[in-house]
């Protein structure tokens, strides 16, 4: 057999592993995680907002932290690190061969799996460091601001931060509009579910993607802000920038009203890991 045959029976075999049962059910596990972290996310921005928080942070670290005290946290801390593996997995089988549907093949679409895939590595390991003790869970806050730091110490870190801060903002955005416009429902086996589900599904994907897109437009801004003063206290982590809400003109009913639609956007996760085409 020549070499070209050997590598289109690789591509075969690798095509076909993507589209397995173990990858479908890496995505919808991962998708799971997901949910279970934003839900924890929203329940703490609520304590915040009514000020029963105990100074927990409203991020991934508070909700790890929170997961570790519960009964079998560690277990749970790996199943959430596991799940996180899987749907990097998944991401990376879509950059590579195409993701389902029609338009899956598109440039664009790989493109933006395989960004998803950098998004989900990072938290992955992160998870499973701090399920293994390596690291503690830290603070978003924190790590946005050294992240923020490092980068405007580089030639043009100016330039770096505003478009990455621009950038980030330009995807809240994004994420809000697609769900403002049901989106999500091409990816849906919708014939499986009933029409009580579907109307539950879409409040929860609505409000839950609107809030979601809302709080990363908004730390965007505060990268861009970062990038224009030149100051990298000015970045702002997820909780940061939840805790802004509740200092706007609204008082703590923002923050309310955003810490209800990431628990949604939490359960609305678990309505993918259910429903979603993958």
């Not at 938290?123 to 806050?141: H, I, Q, T």
């Not at 946005?144 to 580089?154: I, M, N, Q």
Request: with cysteine.
């Amino acid at each position: 057999m020549n070499a070209h045959a050997w590598t289109s029976r690789g591509r075969a075999m690798a095509h076909r592993a993507a589209r397995s049962s173990a990858v479908e059910t890496g995505a919808r596990w991962g998708l799971a995680a997901r949910g279970l972290i934003y839900l924890l996310i929203g329940v703490l921005a609520l304590q915040v907002a009514f000020g029963t928080g105990g100074g927990k942070e409203a991020d991934r670290g508070g909700a790890l932290e929170e997961m570790a005290t519960k009964p079998f946290g560690a277990a749970l801390l790996w199943a959430v690190g596991i799940g996180l593996v899987g749907m990097v997995v998944w991401r990376l089988s879509e950059a590579l061969f195409g993701a389902a549907g029609p338009d899956g093949q598109k440039p664009q679409k790989r493109a933006l799996s395989a960004a998803r895939c950098v998004f989900y590595g990072s938290a992955a390991y992160s998870v499973l460091a701090f399920a293994a003790g390596v690291e503690d869970a830290g603070s978003s806050d924190q790590q946005s601001r050294d992240v923020t730091a490092r980068a405007l110490e580089l030639p043009g870190g100016q330039w770096i931060v505003g478009v990455g801060g621009a950038g980030v903002a330009c995807a809240g955005v994004w994420i809000g509009v697609r769900a403002a416009l049901r989106k999500y429902r091409k990816h849906l086996r919708s014939a499986d579910m009933g029409r009580r589900t579907r109307r539950a599904v879409d409040v929860a994907g609505v409000s839950g993607g609107a809030a979601r897109g809302l709080v990363f437009a908004v730390a965007g801004g505060f990268a861009v802000r970062a990038a224009v003063t030149f100051d990298p206290s000015d970045a702002k982590g997820l909780d940061d920038t939840l805790r802004t809400f509740a200092a706007t003109g609204a008082g703590p009913w923002l923050l309310v009203a955003t810490a209800l639609g990431l628990v949604m956007f939490g359960l609305f996760s678990f309505s993918m890991a259910r429903w979603r085409r993958v």
